[in-house]
């Protein structure tokens, strides 16, 4: 808005400045011609027309006269110049309405306007690439999450089968031996927790796009949460034998939402386990002034050109649908937003050897 009132301010002053020089023009001539027309005796005029002289003088070379035609001939050029005035904001808001409309066209890949309006020009540009790629984005995100629905219904299929299939064996067989049956049962549990594990990520799909995250702060105690998560997380690491490794010097508090900080820490904590190429996970905590800093570090690199995709929505770096690893895709995407609605930051590195996931918030 500031670029079009500048556009339009720059033809005004534009029309005024040529007014002002058009009336100085003419006042200047006008002062020449009464200077002359005192001082001159018209001499040559006698003697080129004797008997039309003094007619001419008294009649026609004199200062009333000489006023009305400046005036009129500065009337003209005035009406001139607003007739300018006129069609420049004509032409400009033509050429902006048609603008306008091509900013959604897609036949169209650069917007051009004219030279006064240059700045409005590139402002116009930026906005129909933003657009661009928003509605590029949008359409892959669908994508990505139309495929993620169809790779999650395939998985959701699998437990499923196995839970019948286990559970009419244990209908069917009547005098199957006890440890037998305790072996059936077992596994269908466990497929029975991937199933529901698998209809949670169904629902974050539709809970992400359909609401909007509500933060409600409170006095956080940082190192009993992570005490606490590494507790929760205790069973996992046993069965995947890996460790985690806390360094945290001091005590450290800070206002945030509980349920939803202990969600993407939880997240990073998941994905180090799972990712891992050793048996050792590094989480530093540490202060810098009024900042919380927290890394998250495992063995193992993501590649470079995925480490810009990771905190997308429904993307995931495996499209294998490897069951136990392979998410909805969302869980970095949410935590990214949660970490931003507390006025903080989220970001990956990788090098040879370890990924790491740096979170900074605020104290």
Known sequence: MKTKDDVINKIIYKAIRNIIIWTIILLVIFSLIRMYLNLAEFQWLYDLIGDYYYDLKYNYLNKNLLFTIVFTIWLSGIFVILCQLIFKFKSFIKNLVNAINDIYNKDILYIELPKELEPLQQKLNNFKRESEKNERLARENEQKKNDLIVYLAHDLKTPLTSIIGYLSLLDEVEDMPKKQQNKYLKISLDKAYKLEELINELFDIARFNSETIVIN????????????????????????????????????????????????????????IYYSQDDRIDIKIYRNINTLHISVRNKGVIPSDKLDKIFEKFYRADYSRNSKTGGSGLGLAIAKEIVLLHNGNIYARTNDKYTTFYIELPI
């Open 217 to 272: 702060k409170e006095v956080l105690n940082i190192n009993m949460m992570f005490e606490q998560l590494i507790d929760d997380f205790y069973p996992l690491l046993k069965e995947m034998n890996k460790n985690i490794f806390l360094e945290i010097n001091e005590k450290i508090e800070i206002m945030g939402d509980s349920s939803k900080l202990a969600r993407v820490f939880s997240n990073l904590i998941k994905n180090a």
